[in-house]
């Protein structure tokens, strides 16, 4: 086994050898780095290599963080504790809330009576069921306001431009076996002309249905605009009798 030219009287000092000193420069122990005078000095914690205290490349399981190399696991460790002290607040609460709190017959009855009058129901049906999960058309049934028909539609209208340019990129990659080269850039600009007016006739459409279902929510649909009372021919100021 070679020795370290470093490792003579004093731990990694070279002497006055040149040569040696040559050698130790390349072959200084990781964690540590040479100095002008032929001397190997460590490099701070966590560190595999560095020059004047400064880290060029951390440990295995380190990380750098603002220049110094930080264990890993104790970032980690730092977390877990965080999350366990949290789940142990949660669950003296949680004792805290069944030694104390006192449950009532009735409160529980009108706070279960209350949870199913707060979802959404069909009261266009005798009992006022709830909507069918399956059979329910949330782009175009009226929930629970006209919003949640256009956020879905604009979701359906999502898919629909993702269904159409996903094939069409597709069959574009393919035009340089179908295409002679010749005709090679004329049919890429006529590709891309096309799919760029498919897309804008996509986003007119879903852009006019969105006008006509809100439209059709205004004519159909109660709002409080419909109970409200419209008083006209009041004074136009105090002292005037018109």
Not at 144 to 155: D, K, M, N
Not at 193 to 206: D, N, P
């Amino acid at each position: 086994m070679e020795s370290n030219p470093c490792l003579l009287d004093t731990p990694y000092y070279i002497g006055e050898l040149f040569t040696a000193g040559t050698d130790c420069v390349g072959i200084c122990p990781i964690t540590s780095h040479p100095d002008n005078i032929e001397v190997c000095h460590p490099c701070p914690a966590g560190c595999a290599s560095c020059s004047n205290q400064e880290c060029g490349m951390c440990l295995v399981f380190h990380v750098m963080i603002q220049g110094d190399c930080v264990y890993a696991y104790s970032i980690l460790l730092a977390g877990f504790g965080v999350c366990a002290i949290l789940f142990l607040a949660a669950v003296v609460v949680r004792i805290l809330f069944r030694l104390c709190w006192s449950q009532n017959r009735e409160v529980l009855e009108y706070a279960f009576a209350h949870r199913r009058r707060s979802k959404v129901h069909d009261y266009t049906l005798p009992g006022n069921p709830f909507f069918d999960y399956d059979q329910t058309n949330v782009r175009r049934q009226n929930l629970s306001g006209v919003v949640f028909i256009l956020y879905f539609r604009f979701i359906a209208f999502g898919g629909l431009v993702f269904g159409t340019l996903v094939p069409a990129l597709g069959l574009a990659r393919y035009l340089d076996f179908l295409v002679d080269q010749q005709d090679l850039a004329t049919a890429k600009k006529g590709a891309m002309v096309v799919l760029y007016a498919l897309v804008l006739l996509l986003t007119c459409r879903w852009w006019w249905s969105q006008i006509q279902a809100a439209k059709e929510d205004v004519e159909d649909e109660p709002h409080h605009s419909d109970f409200a009372v419209v008083a006209q021919g009041f004074p136009r100021n105090a002292k005037s009798c018109q």
